[in-house]
């Protein structure tokens, strides 16, 4: 058990001033891992101070001072990517390949916003004018507990780039992953006060940096209901948001896909990340002459799935975040028996096996309707419902048809019509016979999956406010 007493102002590690002791457990053991002393409402005020006071400096940075301060602070990332990759594993459950690959991918991230910034002007001309990009300020990020390190790190890259000082309050289940990359960013030695990290409740610490005065800019990941009240105490003072928030993405299996290869990636759309992710998969959308065919190959990929210790290799699904997670997964499953959802494999409790531990059954439902409970809301865990289509503007309409518009996914055999049934999907990415990722890419999402993008020149200016110089 490690206890984790410090929060991060000013480039030095102290105490903090808030007392309440938070216990964290191992999601695969339900042994206590981490003991976290939780900042509050004076610790959050001196992070905000401590990046209002470095602004003053850091703006006015050189771009080939911020494009060595993104080398630094991915170099020391990549130092310690091993021992993130541990307590990746021991504090949220992701397994061993999934945790080694989302870390060495946030280190990356700093890379790619060195690449852009090297090419990126800060004054255009824009008609008779010259427009200046300038730095918003201070900027506040926020981050969920499913993708810590990712989350934190693409929004600091595109804050460094664009000469803006931070204040971190990273969900506090991640304090273990927090700690560690504390500790790598002040090994990249930037001046003080342009990274600050304040562990803490987001009820305590989140009304005081989305209402501060001299907090400009807001970046959060997590839910919609959280990101709307956000935005409600931002509006005050009129800063600027950028919400990345929840998904019920729907996957369409057209009629032409070649289901040899459009199955197995619907199965990793949603099971991937032990099913926790807001991009996942979790509506597969289905021809009605095609189910019975796709019902099968699905049991066997599914039938396959290992669940087990994040440790072992073979593993693909490891246990649930928390406690509260594998509950809240539990209710969802229920709802879908009760609602007269067909239960093609899965189901409520453990696998055998596994008496122990925040561990699901990778559950997949049958005729799901789109008015069931599993079909519309976010279920953040390893569970699919399958729909069926007769007509190709029946499934689009059926994909719209949710309050989220994060992602969505079509696969098909003919290039060009799947691109034209993506160009009318009401969703931030669509993913086209693929799970590829590309960093470059705007992300964000349609509706109530959020406002605004994080990613390459998009994340970048969110960080940026235009000015126009007219002489």
């Known amino acids: 058990m490690k206890t984790i007493n410090q929060v991060y102002i000013n480039g030095q590690f102290t105490t903090p001033h808030g007392e309440e002791v938070l216990e964290l457990l191992n999601p695969a053991t339900h042994q206590l891992l981490h003991q976290v002393i939780l900042g509050d409402e004076q610790d959050v005020l001196a992070a905000i101070a401590s990046a209002k006071q470095a602004f003053n400096s850091f703006s006015r940075t050189t771009k080939a001072q911020r494009m060595q301060y993104l080398q630094q602070l991915h170099d020391a990332i990549i130092k310690r990517v091993n021992d993130l990759q541990e307590v990746t594993i021991d504090e949220y459950g992701a397994t061993r390949q999934r945790a080694l690959w989302s870390n060495r991918l946030a280190a990356e991230t700093f890379l790619l916003f060195k690449s852009l910034l090297a090419d990126y002007s800060f004054e255009k001309q824009v008609g008779g004018s010259t427009v200046v990009m300038e730095p918003l300020g201070v900027e506040a990020i926020l981050t ?66 989305s209402s501060h005065p001299d907090v400009a800019l807001i970046s959060f990941t997590g839910s919609t209901q959280v990101g709307k009240q956000i935005a409600r105490n931002a509006i005050d003072t009129m800063k600027r948001v950028t919400l990345e928030l929840s998904g019920k993405s729907p996957n369409i299996l057209l009629d032409d896909a070649d289901l040899a290869t459009a199955v197995p990636l619907a199965v990793n759309a949603v099971f991937n990340n032990n ?11 289905v021809p009605e002459h095609l189910l019975p065919t796709v019902k099968e190959m699905i049991l066997t990929i599914v039938g396959k799935l290992k669940v087990g210790d994040p440790r072992i290799d073979s593993t693909d ?23 007269g959802a067909e239960l093609l494999i899965g189901g409520p409790g453990r696998p055998d096996g596994l008496s122990a531990g925040n561990y699901v059954r990778p559950t997949v439902f049958a005729n799901v309707t789109p008015d069931m409970k599993i079909a519309q809301e976010e279920i953040f865990g390893p569970v699919l419902s399958i729909l069926t289509y007769r007509t190709e503007a029946e499934a689009i309409a059926m994909a719209n048809d949710t309050i989220y518009g994060l992602l969505a996914y079509v696969s098909s055999s003919n290039e060009a019509r799947a691109l034209e049934v993506a160009r009318q999907l009401k ?45």
């Open 144 to 209: 969920a507990w499913n993708s810590n390190s990712g989350s934190i790190c693409v929004k600091l890259a595109a804050a460094i780039a664009a000469g803006c000082t931070v204040v971190i309050k990273p969900s506090e289940f991640s304090a273990g992953q927090t700690q560690v990359l504390a500790e790598c960013f002040h090994a990249a030695g930037l001046p003080a006060g342009v990274i600050n990290i304040v562990n803490g409740r987001g009820n305590v610490l989140g009304p005081v940096l």
């Open 275 to 285: 099913g926790q992710a807001c991009i996942a998969g979790s509506r597969l959308l």
């Open 317 to 339: 699904i490891g246990p649930l975040a928390s406690v509260q997670q594998y509950e809240r997964i539990q209710q969802y499953i229920r709802s879908g028996i009760e609602s």
């Open 427 to 471: 969703a931030g990415r669509v993913l086209i016979n693929t799970l590829k990722h590309d960093p470059l890419a705007p992300f964000g999402g349609y509706k109530q999956s959020g406002i605004g993008r994080e990613g390459g020149i998009y994340g970048l200016e969110a960080c940026l406010e235009p000015k126009a110089l007219i002489r």
